[in-house]
T-cell receptor
Framework: KAGVTQTPRYLIKTRGQQVTLSCSPI?????VSWYQQTPGQGLQFLFE???????NKGNFPGRFSGRQFSNSRSEMNVSTLELGDSALYLC?????????????FGEGSRLTVL | DQQVKQNSPSLSVQEGRISILNCDYT??????FLWYKKYPAEGPTFLIS?????DKNEDGRFTVFLNKSAKHLSLHIVPSQPGDSAVYFC??????????FGTGTRLKVLA
């Protein structure tokens, strides 16, 4: 069973640009979540999608957005990049359950903003 | 507001001894708790979880303890092995698919 796949793995952007990251969940998983990991801040919750609907949202500015497609694949977009957006962005998928299922993470997309 | 706190950024333990990683939370609505392990350049991998209706859960060398009155959980690894060296994150959720993670504890097991 293929795991969670994230692309691209590494990317470098400059301030003011925008970026789109992609995530393919485990087959059959309909919940996809996104997290930002920075040194000293742990994993911070961005948002969670289920059946193309955003169900949960973290405390990030509107520059961070996402969407989910009918095949459960998800993308997140960051517009007007800032230096502080440099981080590892992790996607996780989860199977059916009442919200306490195990999260399966991808390897992440490491974004560097110059 | 950090709802899940791991106050020890790092921990070193001798191989074969017990590793104890701690986590505190503030939100009494959390009803499910998980521990994840993360190696460099990899995504976090699930280790063990516990529901709020329990106070202990074991899986091989890993045991998680939950003290609801103190809003505290801990992960015990016995015996510790060099391969356990990684960053450990605790996470909590009120059951809404929104998981709140701590800042992580870097465990180093010395051979």
């Amino acid at each position: 069973k293929a795991g969670v796949t994230q692309t691209p793995r590494y990317l470098i952007k400059t301030r003011g640009q925008q970026v789109t990251l992609s995530c393919s969940p485990i087959s059959g998983h309909r919940s996809v979540s996104w997290y930002q990991q920075t040194p000293g801040q742990g994993l911070q919750f961005l948002f969670e999608y289920f059946s193309e609907t955003q169900r949960n949202k973290g405390n990030f500015p509107g520059r961070f957005s996402g969407r989910q497609f009918s095949n459960s694949r998800s993308e997140m977009n960051v517009s007007t990049l800032e230096l502080g957006d440099s981080a590892l962005y992790l996607c996780a998928s989860s199977g059916p359950g009442r919200g306490t299922g195990e999260l399966f993470f991808g390897e992440g997309s490491r974004l560097t903003v110059l | 507001d950090q709802q899940v706190k791991q106050n020890s950024p790092s921990l070193s333990v001798q191989e074969g001894r017990i590793s104890i990683l701690n986590c505190d939370y503030t939100n009494s609505m959390f009803d499910y708790f998980l521990w994840y392990k993360k190696y460099p350049a990899e995504g976090p991998t699930f280790l063990i979880s516990i529901s709020s209706i329990k106070d202990k859960n074991e899986d091989g060398r890993f045991t998680v303890f939950l003290n609801k009155s103190a809003k505290h959980l801990s992960l015990h690894i016995v015996p510790s092995q060099p391969g356990d060296s990684a960053v450990y994150f605790c996470a909590a959720t009120p059951g809404t698919y929104k998981y709140i993670f701590g800042t992580g504890t870097r465990l180093k097991v010395l051979a």
